[in-house]
Structures are given as C-alpha cells and as structure tokens.
C-alpha cells in the first residue's frame, strides 16, 4: 500500500474494506473501538465507514452496540464461483457421504497458502472439530491442506515452508523434507491423511476434486475419530471426490 | 444520497459499494463497460475501483475479461449471523426432511419486502425451480413468502401492497383484500401454500421459524409437483421448522 495512500480515492474506498477485513470466525461481533484497533482507523473515520456500511447493509449493529457483518455481503458473497458452482456440485455428493458416514464432512479450497472451508456437514455423533465455514486451516497439517497442496504446483510448497509449519500437535509434520516425502505420497495414493497432525484426538481423510483441466479445484475431507476409521473411510471418501469432479466446470 | 455525495469520503466508499451492487444471481459476471453502465460510474472510475477491489480479492478476472465476486467476499459474508446461526440450526432439520421427502427444500429470510433464499436442497428427481442461493423470491407468490410475511408486522404489509403484487401466473393473488384473508389463513394453519402461484407446476408449502422471542427468523419451504404432495408434506415441513426454531437464538 505504500505509496498509494496519496491518491484519495483509492485510500477512502481501501478504508472501507480495511473495516470489512476486521471481522473473520474469530471475531464476529466488534464494538466501534475494536474496529477502530483493529483496523488502525482513527475513531471518526471508523465509524464515518461504520455508517457507511450499515446504510448500504453490510454490516449490522447488535442490541449490545456491536456490529456484525449483514446479509447484504452475505448475498454478493453467495455469487463466488467457488462457492455457488463448486457447492451446488459438491452437496449432493456430500449428502450421499454423510448419510453413509455421518461423521464430519469438510469441503476446501485453496486461499493463499491456506486451506478455506466453503462448506461442512457435521452430526452431532461425530467427532468435535474447530472448522467453521468461513474458517482457515493450514495446509500442512490437515487432510484436506495435504490434498490441496500435493496437487498444486511446487510454487506453493516453497511458499508454504517458507512461511515456516508452525506445530499443532507433537504429531504436526515440521521438517520440510518430510512434508514433501507425505506430499508426494499423496500424490500416489489419491488420499491425504492428517493423524493427529492438527487437532489431538482427531484423524482426518481427504481427496483432491480436479477440473477438466486437470488443475485443483477443492478437497473434500472427512474428519474421524480413529486412524482406523478413516482407513476403512478413504474409498468413500475418493468415490464422493471424483463424483464432485464430474461437476464442476 | 441526496446530499453526500459532497462528502468527498463517503462518496468515494459508496461508489465502491455501488460497484459490488452491479453483481447479482442474474448477472454473475460482468465487463467493465457491463459495471459502469448498470452502476452509472464514468469508466474510469468503474476500473479504478474494480482494480481495487481486485486487489483486495472481492473480485476476479476471467479468462474472458469479465469479472466475477472473489472469494474475499463470500468469506466475509459467511459471517453474516442470518447465514452462520441460522443456517447451522437448519442444515441437519433440512437433511432429515430431504431424505425423507427428496424433495425442494428453501430456506429463505426477510430482505426488505422479499424473500431471500439463504439454503436449498435438491435432488435431480424433484420439480426443477427458478430458485437460487443468494437469490430473491416475491412474498406474494411463494409459500415461503407467505409464512414469512403472515408472521411479520402488518406494515411488511402494506409496504408490499403499495408496491405492487405482480402476477407472476394465472394463479398468482394480485389482489390486497384477498392476500390479507390467505395471510390469516396461514396465521390459522401455521403454514403457507403456494398452488402454481410463482411457477406454473410448481406446488410450496412453508412453515415459519420463529425466535424465543415470537419473531421471524426464517421460512423453510418444500416446493413439489402437486397439491396433494405438499398436503401429505406439510406436517413434516411444519415439524421440521419447529426443530430449527429450537436451536436458533
């Protein structure tokens, strides 16, 4: 941004998004100062852009004086390509699995060197999971970050490790060799595995969904309780996956 | 806006906005000439700010120069509590009457004086619908419509009488007095019928799901091909609108 905050318009309407940028799964709800800290804005220019938002509908004020992002961004948001077509293709297969599995479900796709999750399906019978739609998970770790990054270019590997594999567990894979040897393993199998790798007490099995071109699209995966939950899961988990891919474009 | 736009700041922020408004179910792509003209920016200015918001992520070029809503955006809007409370309460409650039923199911919330369909299931064996995600439905004609605004004040009412009740079909109700007798009807039942009033063919039935507080939340719909299914059917949409009304705040 250096540099560019001496054209006007540009810094005013960057403002505005540098609001929308405070609110994430962590932080749903914000007071007018919150945004202000959070943001860096000076107070008057936050709630200036606070109002702003709320007229257009962006954003929401709560009972308590907080403010929550409103259903206006909701439904602009609900036009992503990666949300309306990869979804619609994926649920039907996602309900299939869930049915057959009722454990956990996740569908993600690539943010930056991150894992988003655009959709999950969750019984109260299956395990506890920290994922919320909307929420990030690191590609090293997780099953679904494993499929992702094995089947992106090495770009991404290189950008991974170079951000550092902060640990999760004591079951976090951290050495960059060895993540590479997991990822090429993947490769082979079809199927990324996380054992324990983010969250103790929780085994995870996901496989890449391909376009017609070959390049990632998302990864679906299945989060369980056991290493031999996920084993027997994995051909289910591929089947749902490849199903997926003859859907999207 | 009468009157800001002397403010420098706000003008240059709702002008950002007013590019974001461009965008909807019908327009999910679109040139730059396609944003300036149905925006009413100069192109200039149109490509400033679609730069920006590039940038920032809330939009994405195609290959074919278009530009469509970024994943930015549908991460910020999944935020919105109409869209992560509400449709958590309701996604399991819509499985079960899915696989029950294999059948439409909406789930739609007030949006001024329309009906925002925020979730739906569907599977290749229903009666095919025009009804979208993100998309927009009249509360006249449908049956989600109708339970929510049946369980709205009267002035939801009177907003959507004087705007107009467009005949959507043969069948659709176009005038006030009779509207306010189905309303009552639906207040009675504690469902809402719409018989080919939106779509010729196409038969709904929706419960409201109201707050601990009394208020409307939602409505979930079922939308199938004749008038006896949606009777058979609207003692389960009904059960499963009073389940989601359990869980929402």
Not at 8 to 13: E, M, N, R, Y
Not at 22 to 50: K, M, N, Q, Y
Not at 138 to 143: C, N, R
Not at 210 to 216: A, H, Q, T
Request: proline share 5%.
């Amino acid at each position: 941004m250096a540099g560019r905050t001496n054209t006007p318009g540009q810094s005013v309407s960057r403002r505005l998004l540098t609001v929308l940028d405070c609110f994430d799964v962590a932080h749903p709800a914000l007071t007018l100062t919150e945004v202000a800290g959070r943001s860096g804005l000076p107070l008057s220019t936050a709630r200036r852009l606070i109002a702003e938002l709320r007229e257009w509908g962006g954003l929401e004020r709560l009972d308590d004086g907080r403010y929550r992002i409103g259903i206006r961004l909701w439904t602009i948001g609900s036009l992503a390509p990666q949300q309306r077509g990869l979804r619609e293709a994926a649920l039907p297969h996602m309900h299939d699995l869930f049915q057959a599995t009722q454990e956990n479900l996740q569908l993600a796709v690539l943010e930056g060197t991150r894992a988003l999750c655009i959709e999950k399906l969750s019984s109260t019978r299956a395990v506890p999971t920290r994922t919320e739609v909307g929420g990030r998970l690191p590609l090293h770790a997780t099953g679904v970050g494993k499929a992702l990054l094995a089947f992106s270019g090495r770009g991404l590997l290189r950008e991974v490790v170079d951000a550092g594999l902060p640990r999760m567990t004591p079951h976090t894979i951290t050495q960059p060799g060895r993540l590479a040897a997991a990822l090429a393993e993947v490769r082979r199998a079809g199927v990324g595995y996380s054992y324990e790798e983010m969250t103790l007490g929780a085994v995870s099995v996901a496989a890449p969904v391909l376009g017609v071109d070959g390049r990632i699209r998302a990864a679906l995966g299945i989060v369980a309780h056991s290493r031999a939950a996920v084993d027997r899961l994995a051909p289910a988990v591929r089947t749902a996956a490849l199903g997926i891919a003859r859907w999207v474009e």
